[in-house]
């Protein structure tokens, strides 16, 4: 069965810095994993999909990488800004389950 | 614009009674979800179409229903099986095909029973 874990549950760095969110997977059998950014009692949106061929994707101030073999996948968010601030959640499509399976992600907040 | 419409947006429920949460998406895809979303939990899938007339259980499939009589609409029934339907509801859409794609979501409709 697979299990996604994000590390840390949630964040608070001042606007500017840097940062990088993690998740891990227990199956490396997937076919694409994909980021979402969720505002408090929103849907969620997506932010990059990297397919199971790829190491990463690209998106503004957004870096995703894979690593399959390990089971981990970083979130890179760049000069953080106030509006950053979100619930940033991963989910990996495994083929063999043919289902999404969600980590019950990082909490981020960006302070002026 | 394309996108995902989920209706209504807040819904109250007496216990005993079946709701429907409404579902239509003009993204042409031919794959739609629903997502039940609890308080320190991932989302958890409830069922899953990959094509109009077909659907599938998910995880957490008892206590609710769905049809797909149209590509557009995929709307699911939170019946009085259901024994704790207090939650916010998420549909979603995407492509299809054998690794999905990329998942678009609606703006999810929260249910609290009184």
């Known amino acids: 069965k697979q299990e996604v874990t994000q590390i840390p549950a949630a964040l608070s760095v001042p606007e500017g810095e840097n940062l990088v969110l993690n998740c891990s997977f227990t199956?490396?059998?997937?076919?694409?994993l994909q980021w979402f950014r969720q505002d408090p009692g929103k849907g969620l949106t997506s932010l990059l999909l990297?397919?199971?061929?790829?190491r990463e994707q690209t998106s503004g101030r957004l870096n995703a990488s894979l690593d399959k073999s390990s089971g981990r996948s970083t979130l890179y968010i760049a000069a953080s800004q106030p509006g950053d601030s979100a619930t940033y959640l991963c989910a990996v499509f495994t083929g063999t389950a043919s289902k999404l399976t969600f980590g019950t992600g990082t909490r981020l907040q960006v302070t002026l | 614009d394309g996108g995902i419409t989920q209706s209504p947006k807040y819904l109250f429920r007496k216990e005993g009674q079946n709701v429907t949460l409404s579902c239509e998406q003009n993204?042409?895809?031919?794959?739609m979800y629903w997502y039940r979303q609890d308080p320190g939990q991932g989302l958890r899938l409830i069922y899953y179409?990959?094509?109009?007339?077909?659907?599938q259980k998910g995880d957490i499939a008892e206590g609710y229903s769905v049809s797909r009589e149209k590509k557009e609409s995929f709307p699911l029934t939170v019946t009085s099986a259901q024994k704790n339907p207090t939650a916010f509801y998420l549909c979603a859409s995407s492509i299809g095909g054998e690794d999905t794609g990329e998942l678009f979501f609606g703006e999810g409709s929260r249910l609290t029973v009184l």
């Open positions: 993204l042409n895809h031919d794959a």
């Open positions: 990297i397919q199971s061929s790829q």
């Open positions: 179409s990959q094509i109009v007339n077909d659907f």
């Open positions: 199956d490396s059998a997937i076919y694409n």
